[in-house]
């Protein structure tokens, strides 16, 4: 029989709908059931590529007799960390706060009033390397309840009073200068692994907000430091097994610090960051690493994420089955050297075996290898090795596939978008560049209502119930200012612009300009979620910051230039400090600093004055985009064709340089 997920719209919670557990989805209702009932509640937190999640459901919640102790001593809620990243945010803090660490899947017990009191992550079926079996825990926990409730009453109280007391003090509003962004290159320069690109040790993440502020921070100063951290990081993970050698596309990270072995779920957040990355990479360099990795990450998107509806879906999941029908971690995508002989043959499994660095003792499990490229002197057969590799994607796309995780997230799609948009842009492929365009219209028509206020998700071409967070305001209006530029439809900066307003109505603090994870008229949570460090994704706070100042840069609003600089004060406190884990804020204060640059190009879209302002590398710099007297976009206003050609305008700081009508010329004045 079915539990309540049944009719859900979240890949996750269906895959629980089920289970023997009697769960209920996050609801007022659940919390009410819980104070009918006089029982705890348990929280479970995951997501459907989650490896350690579809362990314990297997192990716990698709067993009887744990489902049986469930359903009798709680009222069990399940929560898709993807669908309610509110949710997950404040429990993950009180999880954190009380046990060092944090990860999923997240077990958290409650009250009924919602304050948390005992958590965990992942607890095994029987007692294991120290850790209490999840029947002890649930054990342990209703005893608690039954017998010392004032004591858990207490303790609730103060984990959520401690909770409060953590918010940082974010009313510094002076805007990073100079001296912030240089201390952050230096503490980047400390924590940077020259042996093998990227920061930090093991497990190491692919850290791709961090190189596009190392990028602009090399565009406006000419640090060469900069450049190179980002383009040796760029090339070793292109190289590494955290990279799909046949079909393009980023795993999630790597569980050694070269970059071999990831954990081989792909999700879209990763590959839109990392497309744009290395097609940013390719504008400052000419990288034809870059340029091959950008476009097969695109592909890939297309190819294997791309809905029915034509936006893009969240996630591929890191497990699949192997030829004995067992479902393992990475099975669709590592070889031995036996599977390689037979698809190739003797001499061309040979090659591959040199070529992708797959050894009889093997770089994964059981004897098996990742595909990647260690070989960086020898020289090979290019057309050999294309034939091999066309050969070899083939051949895998027999295997079984990796579970696909349809749910349709708006900030996300709004980070392809920007990528697809961009990335078409550069290399001539309006394929990609209306990929983007079906993903824009997806979210407008699906995900919009008639007061530009955005649903978290979809997924079949039905809105889910949750309202968007600030990611999700501020990544769809990065992606439609990205269209605007390179398509010169006004009409994406006019939603752009809706959305924006939202953000300074809805999500930031009047008093301070800080800026908060959920609306203001969103459900009332323990605490109001509030976090500006970038780590998977950009925050809310710092990809708000970088739309807001586009959009400035776009329109000449002062109210969203205001929004911008006071959003930015965080990033003077916590950039020299954390640059790690604030990338994106200062990229976003590159631009502020470098002006940020406004091109105007009238008189033609998609000529080479338009693919000259695009293919600029000042930071953040905007770009307006058509005919003279369109009236579509601001920056185009009174802005002659010059003796009858097409002619670009470049201003900066409310100061414009006399047009250009040669596309060298607009090259040299972009780098000024």
């Known amino acids: ?153 207490e303790v609730a109280a103060k984990i959520v009073g401690d909770l409060a ?32 690109g990227g920061f930090g040790g093991a497990p190491k993440f692919p850290p791709s907000m961090v190189i596009e502020f190392l990028l602009r921070h090399y565009a406006r100063t000419g640090a060469e430091g900069a450049l190179q951290m980002a383009g040796d990081t760029c090339e070793r993970m292109a190289r590494g097994g955290i990279y799909d050698q046949l079909g393009g596309g980023f795993a999630r990270y790597s569980v050694d610090r070269e970059w071999v072995v990831p954990h081989f779920e792909k999700m879209l957040y990763d590959n839109a960051l990392l497309c744009r990355a290395y097609a940013h990479l390719w504008r400052a360099t000419g990288s034809e690493t870059a340029r091959r990795v950008a476009l097969e990450t695109a592909d890939f998107m297309v190819r294997e994420l791309r809905t029915n509806e034509g936006g893009f879906a969240s996630a591929l999941d890191a497990d699949s089955e192997d030829a004995e029908g067992r479902h393992v971690e990475g099975a669709f995508y590592v070889w031995t050297p036996g599977q390689l002989r037979e698809v190739l043959g003797d001499a061309d499994a040979e090659l591959a075996a040199e070529y992708f660095g ?105 809105a889910g119930a949750n309202a968007g967070v600030l990611e999700d305001y501020a990544d769809v209006a990065e992606g439609f200012l990205t269209l605007a530029s390179v398509t010169g439809e006004g009409v994406w900066l006019e939603f752009a612009g809706f959305l924006l307003d939202h953000v300074l109505d809805q999500f930031t603090d009047a008093e301070s300009g800080a800026l908060y994870d959920t609306a203001a008229d969103a459900e009332q949570l323990i605490r109001r979620p509030q976090d500006p460090t970038d780590n998977a994704t950009p925050s809310g706070w710092s990809a708000a910051a970088g739309a807001l100042l586009s959009y400035a840069a776009q329109t000449g609003s002062e109210p969203h230039r205001t929004a911008v600089e006071r959003a930015l004060g965080v990033v003077r406190a916590l950039g020299p400090r954390a640059p790690r ?24 879209v998609g000529g080479e004055l338009h693919r000259t302002a695009l293919l600029g590398t000042a930071p953040g710099a905007v770009v307006a985009v058509g005919e003279v007297g369109s009236g579509e976009l601001p920056l185009l206003a009174d802005r002659p064709l010059v003796g009858g050609r097409p002619a670009a305008y470049v201003c900066r700081n409310f100061t414009c340089d006399a047009p250009v009508t040669d596309a060298q010329e607009l090259a040299v004045k972009l780098q000024d």
């Not at 940082?168 to 320069?189: C, F, R, S």
């Open 581 to 604: 884990f604030i990338g994106h804020g200062l990229a976003v204060a590159e631009a502020l600093l470098d002006g940020p640059k406004e091109v105007a190009v009238v008189g033609e």
């Open 165 to 196: 007391g953590r918010e940082l003090p974010y009313g510094d509003t002076q805007i990073p200068g100079e001296g912030e962004l240089a201390q952050a290159l230096l503490g980047l320069t400390r924590e940077y692994d020259e042996a093998n």
């Open 358 to 462: 797959v050894t009889q003792q093997g770089t994964f499990e059981e004897g098996a290898s990742v595909l990647q490229l260690p070989q960086q002197d020898a020289e090979f057969d290019a057309a050999r090795v294309e034939d091999v590799r066309r050969r070899l994607f083939a051949a895998r796309a027999e295997r079984p596939a990796p579970g696909r995780d349809d749910k349709v997230v708006a900030a996300w799609n709004g980070l392809a978008i920007a990528a697809l948009a961009e990335t078409g842009a550069y290399f001539d492929r309006p394929d990609l560049v209306q990929a983007a365009l079906a993903a824009a219209d997806l979210l407008v028509r699906l995900h919009m209502d008639a007061r530009a206020r955005i649903a978290r998700t979809s997924k079949d071409g039905r």
């Open 1 to 153: 029989m079915p539990n309540r997920l049944a009719h859900e719209t979240s890949p996750y919670l269906l895959q629980h709908a089920d289970n023997p557990v009697d769960w209920w989805p996050w609801s007022a209702d659940a919390f009410e059931e819980a104070r009918r009932r006089g029982v705890p509640v348990l929280l479970s937190v995951g997501y459907s590529s989650c490896h350690w999640c579809h362990v314990m459901a297997h192990e716990s919640f698709e067993d009887e007799t744990t489902a049986a102790l469930m359903n009798d001593r709680f009222v069990n809620i399940k929560v898709d960390r993807e669908e309610r990243p509110d949710v997950d945010a404040v429990y993950m803090e009180a999880v954190q706060a009380a046990t060092g660490q944090g990860g999923w899947p997240m077990t958290v017990f409650l009250t009924p009033e919602a304050e948390p009191f005992y958590f965990g992550t992942y607890f095994p079926p029987e007692p294991r390397h120290g850790m209490a079996s999840f029947p002890q825990i649930l054990g342990g926990v209703a005893q608690a309840w039954a017998e010392r409730k004032d004591e858990v009453a």
